[in-house]
């Protein structure tokens, strides 16, 4: 069964500092997604990992796929009020998408 | 394109009474998903949908939740009798087995359901 961990669940930031969001997953997958969940409104995607060392980046944020490690990882870089969201990462298996549990980021002045 | 359309927005019903929630994809997908989120258990899978056909419906609760797919354009989700432990947002989603990012995963804003 493909369990999809994410770490850390919560994540408090000044504004201004780096940080990044680790997910693991338990088996083999070549697709990763990225999602980004304001409170009250619907998930929308961030990034799309499709191989191995594959690098995206949007603004202020930059994720990473290693699927030999089973690890994506998104980095925040000087991190802003409006990136306090919760961002979730999906492991891709057949056609279905294994969401991990979100990590809730947020940036405080 | 105007993206996965879901109605209603919000619903309030109390306990015991029907529910259909119902979602119409982006035009081409073919697959679509139905979620449910809650703070307790997260974003859970409930069924998807391959070209119309259900391929895996293991995180439908029980037998009192039930969908279809009749056409291409449209789902539903239909809860019947309706419990408060029900009351969540239900997300659809859709995704196409083609493009640059198939598999990719679209949602919709979502149905606020409050059974009381």
């Known amino acids: 069964e493909l369990k999809v961990e994410q770490n850390p669940l919560f994540l408090s930031m000044q504004e201004g500092k780096n940080y990044t969001i680790y997910c693991n997953y338990s088996t083999t997958s070549d697709r990763l997604y990225w999602y980004r969940q304001d409170p009250g409104k619907s998930l929308e995607s961030l990034f799309v990992l499709l191989s191995n060392g594959a690098v995206k980046q949007e603004g202020r944020l930059m994720a990473s796929l290693d699927t030999k490690a089973r690890l994506s990882t998104l980095h925040i870089t000087a991190a802003v009020h409006d990136l306090s969201a919760t961002y979730f990462c999906?492991?891709?298996?057949?056609?279905?998408?294994?969401f991990g549990t979100g990590t809730l980021l947020a940036v405080q002045p | 394109d105007a993206g996965v359309i879901q109605s209603p927005r919000h619903e309030v019903t109390e306990m015991g009474q029907e529910v259909t929630l119902r979602c119409k994809p982006i035009?081409?997908?073919?697959?679509l998903f139905w979620y449910r989120q809650t703070m307790m258990r997260g974003l859970e899978l409930l069924i998807y949908f391959n070209n119309n056909v259900p391929i895996d419906d293991s995180g439908m609760p029980e037998d009192r939740f039930s969908a279809k797919m009749p056409n291409a354009s449209f789902s539903t989700l239909k809860i019947q009798p309706s419990e408060p432990r029900d009351s969540a947002v239900y997300f659809c989603?859709?995704?196409?087995?083609?493009?640059?990012?198939?598999?990719?995963?679209?949602f919709g804003p979502g149905t606020r359901l409050t059974v009381t």
């Open positions: 999906a492991v891709g298996r057949a056609n279905k998408l294994i």
């Open positions: 989603a859709s995704s196409s087995h083609s493009g640059v990012n198939s598999y990719e995963q679209y």
């Open positions: 035009s081409g997908h073919n697959s």
